[in-house]
């Protein structure tokens, strides 16, 4: 079994391609990834920012092709309009089964994307998309509709399921997930007090990947994925990867 990250690179090694490639081998799929941006940060704080070329990027994906018969993928941190239509043709091109995570602001607070991002995810991924997993701020943005409670996130969830499958993540609606796949469901959650919660939302769109790629369905693989991100805030990174080799057996 085998899964790709296009994301960016965090050297801390909490969120991004890092947190991925850790997320995949802990539920018992093998990583490949490509790097789209470097970045220069922390759990606190993000200091730089270089994207990488299109050109490169294409390079990186297609040479992992030629030997790896990837079918799932998803994606992060991509940063510009040129990195998503390049990504997006090559989803197409590939006939690969992609999962997005539509990383626009740090947990910090720093922007992780720039000019008209929101427009070019909507127009050129997620036609091309399996499932998108916003948070309520990048629900907001994606479907235009303000987030304050649970039925505030149902609409935007129908409104951004227009294109594509979604589940909004709910760290701000009592732990709540709202999913969309034609009709809604609400997963019930909690809210855990940690400091363990640097890069989640990579944890938890990689094992919704990884999930898929073992062939699990979609709704199992969203309840795989919040198990795993819940365990992950509880024991912090070592104890998760220790306790969720379980997974394996799926």
Same mark, same amino acid.
């Given at each position: 079994?085998? *899964? $790709? ?28 990834? @490509? ?13 730089g920012i270089e994207s990488v070329s299109t050109g490169f ?10 030997? !790896?018969?990837?079918? !799932? *993928?998803?994606?992060? $941190?991509? !940063? ?6 390049? @990504? ?10 992609? @999962?997005?995570?539509?990383? $626009?602001?740090?947990? %910090? ?22 499932l998108i997993t916003p948070n309520i701020q990048e629900a ?16 935007? *969830? ?43 939302? %990579? ?18 693989s969203i309840e795989i994925a919040g198990e795993f991100v819940?365990?992950? @805030? ?10 969720? !080799? ?5």
């Amino acid at each position: 079994m085998i *899964a $790709m990250s296009i994301a960016g690179y965090d050297p801390s090694g909490g969120a991004g391609i890092l947190n991925d490639i850790k997320t995949f081998h802990a539920l018992g799929v093998y990583g490949t990834a @490509v790097i789209t941006v470097l970045t220069a940060q922390n759990p606190s704080r993000v200091v730089g920012i270089e994207s990488v070329s299109t050109g490169f990027i294409e390079k990186q994906l297609e040479t992992i092709l030629e030997d !790896y018969p990837v079918k !799932y *993928a998803k994606t992060g $941190m991509l !940063y510009s309009k040129e990195i998503i239509k390049l @990504v997006s043709d090559k989803v197409v091109e590939h006939d690969l089964k992609l @999962v997005v995570d539509p990383v $626009m602001i740090a947990g %910090c607070g720093a922007l992780l994307s720039r000019g008209d991002f929101t427009d070019s995810i909507k127009k050129y991924l997620l036609p091309n998309t399996v499932l998108i997993t916003p948070n309520i701020q990048e629900a907001e943005e994606l479907s235009g509709i303000n987030i304050h409670s649970i039925e505030d996130a149902v609409k935007a *969830a129908e409104e951004i399921g227009k294109i594509c499958d979604v589940i909004i993540t709910g760290g701000h609606l009592n732990g709540c997930n709202v999913f969309f796949n034609g009709s809604i469901k609400v997963i019930e959650g909690e809210i855990i007090e940690s400091k363990n919660t640097h890069g989640t939302g %990579c944890s938890y769109s990689a094992a919704v990947t990884a999930s898929l790629a073992k062939g699990c369905d979609i709704l199992q693989s969203i309840e795989i994925a919040g198990e795993f991100v819940k365990n992950s @805030v509880i024991n912090g990174e070592w104890g998760t990867l220790n306790q969720l !080799y379980k997974f394996k057996s799926l």
